[in-house]
């Protein structure tokens, strides 16, 4: 397993920007693909965002795509969501996730390592 850490919420003003990072300890981050979920209060938690071990390829939730940018340096053990355009429906706990490669990267219940979250709050 992974151990992971997200930093970077916060509060901000629709349309505006955040940058996410989520941090993995272990020398194994690389052999991971990773994702990006987000739960917002009483609803299920929803996939955001996921990409390949290797970086070369990335997915999107039909409600994110074209606003956010998922991306990872495996040299710093690190994953990235930089968020634009923020809308207040995108206030959520976000959180990052790690699974082996191959599995169902749209599927929560495919990835085996989850962070604590992070806060994100758009205001209109």
């Known amino acids: 397993q992974v151990q992971l850490v997200e930093s970077g919420g916060g509060l901000v003003q629709a349309g505006g920007s955040l940058r996410l990072s989520c941090a993995a300890s272990?020398?194994?981050?690389?052999?991971?693909?990773m994702g990006w979920f987000r739960q917002a209060p009483g609803k299920e938690r929803d996939f955001v965002s996921a990409i390949s071990w290797t970086g070369t390829r990335t997915y999107y939730s039909d409600s994110v795509k074209g606003r956010f940018t998922i991306s990872r340096d495996n040299a710093k053990n690190t994953m990235y969501l930089q968020m634009n355009s923020l809308k207040p429906e995108d206030t959520a706990v976000y959180y990052c996730a790690a699974q082996n490669p191959g599995r169902l990267w749209y599927r929560s219940t495919e990835y085996h390592s989850w962070g604590q979250g992070t806060q994100v709050t758009v205001s209109s």
């Open positions: 272990g020398s194994t981050f690389s052999t991971y693909a």
